[in-house]
């Protein structure tokens, strides 16, 4: 990236916060913090392994972001996203629905990223296991 706003940047995670590998049947965070420096959207979607494609579940699109209806945000601003077979109590907004027995991995993407962003001021966490 040259040029802040403009275009779109990626990042993907195909292992959790301890370099193990995503389980398909356990449930993980991703903390996305206050204000994503962006000037479009932000979004985080989960893929099957062996397709490369959208992870097929029960929701229509394996995504959420920043202009997901309903998400919950935390006090500060920030957010939490859920992947896993079920959702946690009370954050179904902001959860991805993954299959066990099938692999996936998550992309996050910002559109229209901005300079905190192209300087790797600004990150969110890494997948975190939660249970």
């Known amino acids: 990236l ?5 275009g779109s940047d990626y990042v993907s995670a195909f292992v959790d916060s301890t370099k193990q590998p995503l389980d398909r049947s356990k449930t ?7 204000n994503p ?4 959207f932000w979004a985080a979607t989960i893929y099957d392994t062996q ?9 229509p699109f ?10 919950k945000k935390n006090a500060d601003g920030s957010c939490d996203i859920y992947f896993g077979p ?21 992309v996050f993407r910002m559109y229209g990223p901005l ?11 890494e997948i975190e296991l939660v249970e």
């Open 62 to 71: 394996p995504t959420i972001g920043s202009q997901t209806e309903g998400i």
């Open 2 to 6: 040259t040029r802040a706003g403009a």
């Open 28 to 34: 993980y965070k991703l903390h996305i913090p206050p």
């Open 37 to 40: 420096p962006v000037k479009d």
């Open 86 to 106: 079920k959702p946690p109590k009370g954050f179904e907004n902001n959860w991805l629905e993954t299959i066990p027995g099938k692999g996936w991995f998550s």
């Open 115 to 125: 300079q905190p962003w192209i300087d790797k001021n600004w990150r969110p966490s």
């Open 51 to 59: 397709t490369r494609s959208q992870l097929q579940t029960s929701q």
